[in-house]
Structure formats: structure tokens, C-alpha cells
């Protein structure tokens, strides 16, 4: 046992409103006034100070006139009682505003590259003004991994598209929805104005994904229709998948809200998808965490900086 350790069950016997009534004791020198000091009647105070004295085995207060005279016993313990009042004021105060020019701490958000490449340059750059002492630290999570790393305080906050099994113990804030949109450099791939299903299942087609695996909501729609994609490459890289458009006639099927990406490599162009498949986009984060104040203040930067990135759709 180090010394540290200390026996609850003993701590649990103690009342810890008598070391306030003996502070007030100690400070009256008067059960009445003590009493009234703590807005209790004279029969409760009286009822404490006998507490007091059967658990110390100590008179601690002796009558002497109208006043009550410590013992030696009340006068060593006073200073240290005091001492303990005074850090349980400080413990159950209320926090201090939180100054993020004043933070300095590292955090871990786990997001999909796509939503870093689009929100982390106005993200860090506010960061840089406002919080000059916060660390952001970016990493690439697949989806199974994502509540285990979160539960196991890996990362701190998840920025996710994927339909997660949350638990009681997990919260979330969805920050929109956005349906998909086939995208293809017209220098090397021609499509209908309008293509269906079929079109577009009959292109070559260059997918995301982060474990050399593609199935998702696309396929299970093309499926839906007796379809299948051709996919003759997968990425883990969202801006890899923007160059190989310029280079070779493919296509690929990705979330709308990522076209102004595409569209900052060159010549991409975009058709929506012809039908309603829609992922929502959600941040993620452990319920320990609701009331931190730097995570607070992240979560709320983040809605604000998704909010003005997609003010204009």
C-alpha cells in the first residue's frame, strides 16, 4: 500500500459537516453564535460539538464564563481543519472562464482525410490566433477502430461519416448530411449529361478506401439495381484519387460536399448520383468529455468552421 492510500471505510464514518461545526467553534468560541454562524439551531450545534467529542475522544471546548475555551487537543487541530476548509472551497468552486489564448494542451481528432483537407486549413490557422498553445494531432482511423480508439482515450474527438454503434456513454453532434456525386476529367472520360445506373456502372471506376476494401452505401445501391461497379483501383488517399482522374479515364463516386476539393486539382467535373443515398456527417466524443472546456471549445470552432465552409449550398 503506498502511503497515499488511506481507509475509506473509516473516512466514510465521518460526517465531514462536524469539521464545519468545529471551525465555527473554533471561531465563536460561542455554541449559540456557532450555531448561528451555520443557520443551525443551538440543539443541532450542541449535538455536533457531543459528536465531535465522542469521535475525538476530547472535550475540545470547556466553558470558561460565557465563553467556550479550546483544549490543546481543538487548537492542534484547528489550523489543519481550517487548511481542509479552505481547499474544499476551492475544489467546489466554480472553474474560471476558459481562455483559449491561456491553453496549452495537445488534442487528437481522427477524421477522414477528405473532411482534414477541407477543414483544417481555416481550423489551424484560428487555432494560431486564438489558441496558440493547443496542438492538433490528426490520424486516420478505420471505422472499426474509431469508438474503441475513442473509449480507450486514444483520440478525443471522432469527425465521422460512418453509421457508428454508439452506446449510452458516447455523444454526438451531426453536422449535415450530403448525398454523392460522380466526378471525372472530361480530357480523359466522356459521361451523359444525365447518366444513369447503368452508365455509370460500366465505367472503370477508382474508389476510396482506407483498407484495400470498397464495399459501402455506393455498392449496396448498385446492388439495389442488379449492378455491380467496375473498380479496377482503391486509395486511401482522397487527393491521390483527384491526380489518377487527370491521368486515366475513371471515374469516382464520392461525397458531394468533397467537390470543392476535386475541383482545386483542375479540370473535374461532377454528376450527382440519380438517387437518394445520403451519409450524415457527425462528430463523435466520449460523454466524459461533455463538459471539458477545451473540448468544448474545439467542438464548437469545428461547427462553426463546417458551418462557414458549406454557408454557400
Given at each position: 500500500m503506498n502511503e497515499f492510500d488511506f481507509n475509506h471505510d473509516e473516512l466514510r464514518r465521518l460526517d465531514l459537516n462536524l469539521l464545519v461545526a468545529f471551525d465555527a467553534l473554533m471561531q465563536e468560541r460561542h455554541v449559540s453564535r456557532a450555531a448561528a454562524r451555520l443557520y443551525l439551531g443551538q440543539p443541532a450545534m450542541s449535538h455536533a460539538l457531543a459528536r465531535l467529542r465522542l469521535l475525538l475522544d476530547d472535550p475540545l471546548f470547556v466553558r470558561s464564563g460565557n465563553r467556550m475555551q479550546p483544549t490543546a487537543r481543538a487548537q492542534q487541530l484547528a489550523p489543519a481543519v481550517r487548511d481542509w476548509?479552505?481547499?474544499?472551497?476551492?475544489?467546489?468552486?466554480?472553474?474560471?472562464?476558459?481562455?483559449?489564448?491561456?491553453?496549452?494542451?495537445?488534442?487528437?481528432?481522427?477524421?477522414?482525410?477528405?473532411?482534414?483537407?477541407?477543414?483544417?486549413?481555416s481550423l489551424i490557422a484560428t487555432l494560431r490566433q486564438q489558441a496558440p498553445g493547443v496542438q492538433l494531432r490528426s490520424?486516420?482511423?478505420?471505422?472499426?477502430?474509431?469508438?474503441?480508439?475513442?473509449?480507450?482515450?486514444?483520440?478525443?474527438?471522432?469527425?465521422?461519416?460512418?453509421?457508428?454503434?454508439?452506446?449510452?456513454?458516447?455523444?454526438?453532434?451531426?453536422?449535415?448530411?450530403?448525398?454523392?456525386?460522380?466526378?471525372?476529367?472530361?480530357?480523359?472520360?466522356?459521361?451523359?449529361?444525365?447518366?444513369?445506373?447503368?452508365?455509370?456502372?460500366?465505367?472503370?471506376?477508382?474508389?476510396?478506401?482506407?483498407?484495400?476494401?470498397?464495399?459501402?452505401?455506393?455498392?449496396?445501391?448498385?446492388?439495389?439495381?442488379?449492378?455491380?461497379?467496375?473498380?479496377?483501383?482503391l486509395s486511401a488517399s482522397l487527393m491521390a484519387i483527384g491526380h489518377i482522374l487527370q491521368q486515366a479515364p475513371l471515374l469516382s463516386i464520392q461525397p458531394t460536399l468533397y467537390l470543392p476539393l476535386f475541383r482545386q486539382q483542375g479540370d473535374i467535373r461532377s454528376v450527382p448520383l440519380p438517387a437518394d443515398v445520403r451519409i450524415r456527417i457527425d462528430l463523435v466524443w466520449h460523454r466524459r468529455n461533455d463538459g471539458n472546456p477545451l473540448h468544448r471549445y474545439l467542438r464548437e470552432l469545428l461547427m462553426a468552421q463546417f458551418s462557414q465552409l458549406f454557408a454557400a449550398d
Open positions: 476548509l479552505q481547499q474544499a472551497r476551492q475544489l467546489l468552486a466554480a472553474p474560471a472562464a476558459f481562455d483559449p489564448a491561456a491553453a496549452n494542451a495537445s488534442f487528437r481528432l481522427a477524421a477522414p482525410d477528405g473532411m482534414e483537407a477541407m477543414l483544417y486549413p490520424q486516420l482511423l478505420e471505422i472499426d477502430q474509431q469508438l474503441a480508439a475513442l473509449d480507450n482515450d486514444e483520440v478525443d474527438l471522432l469527425l465521422t461519416a460512418a453509421p457508428l454503434p454508439l452506446h449510452d456513454w458516447h455523444s454526438r453532434l451531426t453536422l449535415r448530411e450530403t448525398d454523392f456525386s460522380a466526378v471525372y476529367a472530361p480530357s480523359r472520360l466522356s459521361l451523359p449529361p444525365a447518366p444513369t445506373l447503368a452508365d455509370l456502372a460500366a465505367v472503370e471506376q477508382v474508389v476510396s478506401s482506407y483498407r484495400g476494401t470498397a464495399a459501402g452505401v455506393v455498392d449496396h445501391l448498385f446492388a439495389q439495381h442488379g449492378l455491380s461497379r467496375h473498380i479496377v483501383a
